[in-house]
């Protein structure tokens, strides 16, 4: 099983930046897709970001423009970049891994998620 841990969460204003990461331990058993997701209504989550094993990416259209998915060459660590962040984008960003990437809805946690990092943006 692989650990994830999230940091780099924080409150920001409209407009503001901030970049997450996610530490990555374990066997990871030669898997190296990566996701960031975030919370929506109830125990929701909606799929903002993914980087697959040859390293191509994918961003959702709320986010397109605006945020940016990356990795070290270790592919041990993931970066969220956020750019002109938005009210909209408040929310508990959560990393996950491998078969945790089921769907672009489902709902957060469980195993190959991590602990998710709180971002909050203010009008």
């Known amino acids: 099983e692989v650990k994830l841990v999230e940091s780099g969460g924080g409150s920001v204003q409209t407009g503001g930046a901030l970049r997450l990461s996610c530490t990555q331990s374990?066997?990871?058993?030669?898997?190296?897709?990566m996701a960031w997701f975030r919370q929506r209504s109830g125990n929701l989550c909606e799929l903002v970001a993914l980087i697959r094993d040859d390293d191509t990416t994918y961003v959702s259209d709320a986010v397109k423009g605006r945020f940016t998915i990356s990795r070290n060459d270790a592919k041990n660590t993931v970066f969220l970049g956020m750019n002109e962040l938005k009210p909209e984008d408040t929310s508990i960003y959560y990393c996950?891994?491998?078969?945790?990437?089921?769907?672009?809805?489902?709902?957060?946690?469980?195993?190959?998620w991590g602990q998710g990092t709180q971002v909050t943006v203010s009008s």
């Open positions: 374990g066997s990871t058993f030669g898997t190296f897709y």
């Open positions: 996950v891994e491998g078969a945790g990437i089921r769907a672009t809805e489902t709902y957060c946690g469980g195993r190959d």
